[in-house]
């Protein structure tokens, strides 16, 4: 009778051990990296999942609006511009794309706190871009302290980080019109970026 008490308490935390690490799988790849960084900020797992959460609940809150057709345009023709200005000047297209990310953010409904607050909300919906838009923000700062030290190749590739966010946050924006084609923005941007090397 004892030994079938042990065997049943043994299984019951096999169990609940194998349920914790497929639940802990399953949001690493869910979230990637952004998960493993919130497990470092908060300490654990646990902290990590309970952070999560919150930005879950915060998102679900959010009335964002969509784009309609005319806004829609507006913000392709802002980004081809921004594309077009990367040729002569790379870093002051870092910033011009970083900002018309946080206006098209701002346009939608997302709240107007600190950009943190805003990359934790637009984590839900675009994790993997978010972890690229967060390099591209190092890229940038390093650029605007030292612009003898940074490549164009690095500025390249973190605009295309920028272009990823954006490109997915236009499309999530919808345009009440049907589907649209977004991916000729994202074309662009690679000749675009091709032309400035």
Same mark, same amino acid.
């Given at each position: 009778?004892?030994?079938?008490?042990?065997?049943?308490?043994?299984?019951?935390?096999?169990?609940?051990?194998?349920?914790?690490?497929?639940?802990?799988?399953?949001?690493?790849?869910?979230?990637?990296?952004?998960?493993?960084?919130?497990?470092?900020?908060?300490?654990?797992?646990?902290?990590?999942?309970?952070?999560?959460?919150?930005?879950?609940?915060?998102?679900?809150?959010?009335?964002?609006?969509?784009?309609?057709?005319?806004?829609?345009?507006?913000?392709?023709?802002?980004?081809?511009?921004?594309?077009?200005?990367?040729?002569?000047?790379?870093?002051?297209?870092?910033?011009?794309?970083?900002?018309?990310?946080?206006?098209?953010? &701002?346009?939608?409904?997302?709240?107007?706190?600190?950009?943190?607050?805003?990359?934790?909300?637009?984590?839900?919906? !675009?994790?993997?871009?978010?972890?690229?838009?967060?390099?591209?923000? &190092?890229?940038?700062?390093?650029?605007?302290?030292?612009?003898? !030290?940074?490549?164009?190749?690095?500025?390249?590739?973190?605009?295309?980080?920028?272009?990823?966010?954006?490109?997915?946050?236009?499309?999530?924006?919808?345009?009440?019109?049907?589907?649209?084609?977004?991916?000729?923005?994202?074309?662009?941007?690679?000749?675009?970026?091709?032309?400035?090397?």
């Amino acid at each position: 009778m004892i030994i079938g008490v042990i065997v049943a308490i043994v299984v019951i935390v096999g169990v609940i051990v194998v349920a914790m690490e497929y639940d802990r799988r399953r949001k690493r790849a869910a979230y990637g990296s952004e998960f493993d960084a919130l497990v470092e900020q908060e300490g654990s797992p646990r902290a990590a999942d309970r952070e999560l959460g919150r930005r879950r609940r915060a998102y679900a809150q959010l009335d964002l609006r969509p784009l309609g057709g005319e806004e829609h345009a507006r913000y392709l023709e802002d980004w081809h511009g921004v594309q077009e200005s990367f040729v002569d000047d790379p870093a002051a297209a870092l910033s011009d794309a970083e900002a018309l990310i946080v206006q098209l953010a &701002r346009f939608r409904g997302y709240p107007g706190g600190d950009g943190e607050s805003l990359l934790e909300l637009l984590s839900i919906p !675009h994790t993997s871009d978010v972890a690229g838009y967060r390099e591209a923000v &190092r890229v940038r700062q390093a650029t605007q302290e030292d612009p003898q !030290h940074s490549s164009t190749e690095d500025m390249r590739q973190a605009f295309k980080k920028y272009a990823a966010l954006f490109d997915a946050m236009l499309t999530d924006a919808g345009t009440g019109d049907g589907p649209r084609d977004t991916q000729s923005s994202n074309s662009r941007t690679t000749s675009t970026l091709e032309v400035g090397r």
